[in-house]
Structures are given as structure tokens and as C-alpha cells.
């Protein structure tokens, strides 16, 4: 468990588009209500992990794997203009809109989603420019060169023995705890990050993401 008065930091990566990643990012701003947690927000990409690898996938995957830019390089643009401090607001201004109420990655919903947030709506045309890729990638590349090619969003990154990063690929939660359930799941991610050697705990997925 953390120590009480000790502020753990919390680096965590998310695509916008992502159902699990916006569980997982409810869960972790549950624990931040309970527990001494900065979190710190950082993008990734779904496109940016898939795009060598686009035979392999249903065309279904192919067609997102286009449109699937088009939140990122929003998020990427505020960042750019104002700072990581920006992510947050803007993710859960984003997510709310995609995932809970279900509408669709339009320009209108992005400009929404940055009024929301306190940012210009005019960031919305980032989301049809290429000119934020390469902060897209960097930031993407940041994250993956932690856990591993071999995983998906969000990725964690925690404090491990000796200060060091340890990064996860997860959890994967549906739905998101609360309150004291939320907190425990913290501490036991805490808890095997600081087991030397640890690398995974996984079971199939048997439900669908789960949005209350």
C-alpha cells in the first residue's frame, strides 16, 4: 500500500477510442479519491500499435484503424498547445461522449468534447491533419518501449523496487470499481510491481465493457 502523505505518481496511457482503456481510466481516477496518487496522462495509439500488422486483422479493425487517428491527434494538439495537464478534462470530456453516450468520432463531437475541457473547439481539425503524428508516435513509443509491443491500451506505469517504472499492460476491469474495491485493486497492482521477476496474471475476457 502506499504510505499516507506519499503522493505515488502514476503514469498512464490511453487511446481515446479504447472501452477498456476508459474503464481502467475510471478506475484510476476511483483510486485517486482513496489513495496518495498524481496521476499523469500520456496518449497512445491502437493505429500507431496495428498499422504493421493490418493483414492480420478483420476488415472491420482495418476501417478503425483510420478513423481511429482522429481522437488521438485532438488530444496530441492540446497537449501541444497547452500542456499535459490538459489530457485529463479532455479524455474524460471524450470518452463520456464515445463511449457512454455513444457518439460518433465526429468534428462536432471533438469540439464539443474541448469546449467541455475549456479548450478551443477549433483544435477539432487536428483530427483530420497529419501534423501531430509524430507526437502521436512519440508519445505511443514512450509507453509500448515500457511494457512491450506485445500488448494493447492502456498501459501503467508504477514505481517499483528501487524507484524504477514498472509498466502493465491493464488491469482490464469491466465494470470500473469504486471506492474501497478500487483502492484494493490499486494495492494490489502495487503489490506485484514490487515483486521482482513479476510480469503477468491473465484469464479470458467472457463480458463486454460495462458503462454505468
Partial sequence: MSDAGVRTTVDFWFDPRCPWAWLTSRWILEVEKVRPIEIR????????????RLDELPEQYRRWNTTGWYPVRVC??????????VLGPLYTALGTRIHSRGEKQTRETFAAALSEAGLPGGLAD????????TLVRASHHEGIGLV???VGTP???V???GGARIAF???????????EAAARLWDGVLLVAGTPGFYELKRSRDAEPTFD
Avoid at 496530441?76 to 495537464?85: L, R, T
Avoid at 499492460?169 to 471506492?179: D, E, I, R
Fill in 41 to 52: 496522462w500520456h496518449i497512445m495509439s491502437l493505429a500507431v500499435l496495428n498499422e504493421n
Fill in 76 to 85: 496530441a494538439a492540446a497537449e501541444q498547445a497547452y500542456g499535459g495537464e
Fill in 126 to 133: 487536428a483530427a483530420y491533419s497529419t501534423d501531430y503524428d
Fill in 148 to 150: 512491450g509491443e506485445d
Fill in 155 to 157: 498501459v501503467l506505469a
Fill in 159 to 161: 514505481p517499483g523496487p
Fill in 169 to 179: 499492460f491493464g488491469p482490464v476491469v469491466t465494470p470500473a470499481p469504486t471506492g
